[in-house]
């Protein structure tokens, strides 16, 4: 996932690389290992868990982005995940329903479509970049062993805290420090602004997982989900180029 992101980068510039970086890979690859022994009703519970934490990573890029400035990765990282943690905290102290988790989501665009601000310079196109595929790789282990621990401990987690740590923004992270060190601070924070509206393919998928698992059964609706993503992401996409 990281190893494509940095190609979007350099083939398509930021519109392309928010795209890659927002798809559900991460959460995607959870669900699909939950989605084979863990019930239809814990696949819907958490999908929902998720669904509400769209609105803890619109305010994660969003404290990111107005942190940039700042200069590093890691203070504005933090400050985005101090955002993204006041979210997480909600559905462990109240029961998640779906108002409350659409809620969360509304409140979440709103404030990434008031408060995050167009970063100022020229457009940025694709190409350059620096950097080890080493250290990309390095990352790519670290989140897919993440992703495997709570696919091993969703039992003993349950649905709400399994699907809050697979709403945990480990492959966004990952990306916007492989993007920073090898684009720079101008392309990194390109992605992230554009990263406004590619962040429906995310939502659309959890959305269809909370809301299909108890219908249709887990194993499809993380399918659907997969396939609604797909078509948000390439729908983002001709909108950025048309925009563009």
């Known amino acids: 996932v990281l190893m494509l992101v940095v190609l979007a980068g350099q083939r398509a510039g930021p519109l392309l690389a928010s795209i890659a970086m927002t798809y559900p890979f991460n959460s995607g690859v959870g669900f699909a290992l939950l989605m084979w022994d863990r019930s239809d009703a814990f696949m819907a519970e958490a999908g929902l868990a998720s669904f509400a934490l769209t609105g803890g990573i619109f305010l994660f890029m969003t404290g990111f982005a107005r942190a940039a400035p700042l200069g ?10 101090a955002f993204w943690i006041m979210v997480g905290a909600i559905p462990l102290i109240v029961p998640m329903t779906w108002p409350l988790a659409i809620a969360l989501t509304l409140a979440g665009v709103l404030v990434a479509a008031f408060v995050m601000r167009k970063p100022k310079g020229p457009p940025i196109q694709a190409g ?23 696919a091993v401990y969703a039992e003993l987690l349950g649905p709400v805290v399994s699907g809050l740590l697979l709403a945990f923004p480990v492959m966004m992270s990952a990306s916007l420090w492989i993007l920073l060190r090898r684009f720079g601070e101008a392309f990194a924070a390109e992605t992230v602004y554009r990263s406004r509206w590619a962040l429906a393919s995310y939502a659309s ?4 997982v909370g809301l299909l698992s108890d219908v249709i059964g887990g194993i499809e609706a993380v399918v659907t989900g997969v396939a609604v993503a797909a078509a948000v992401s390439f729908g983002v996409y001709r909108l950025g180029r048309l925009a563009n």
């Open 128 to 150: 350059g970049g620096v950097g080890t595929w080493r250290a990309t790789v390095a990352r790519t282990v670290l989140g897919g062993t993440i992703l495997g621990t709570v």
């Open 205 to 208: 998928f959890v959305f269809a």
């Open 72 to 81: 590093g990765f890691f203070l504005p990282w933090g400050i985005g995940i």
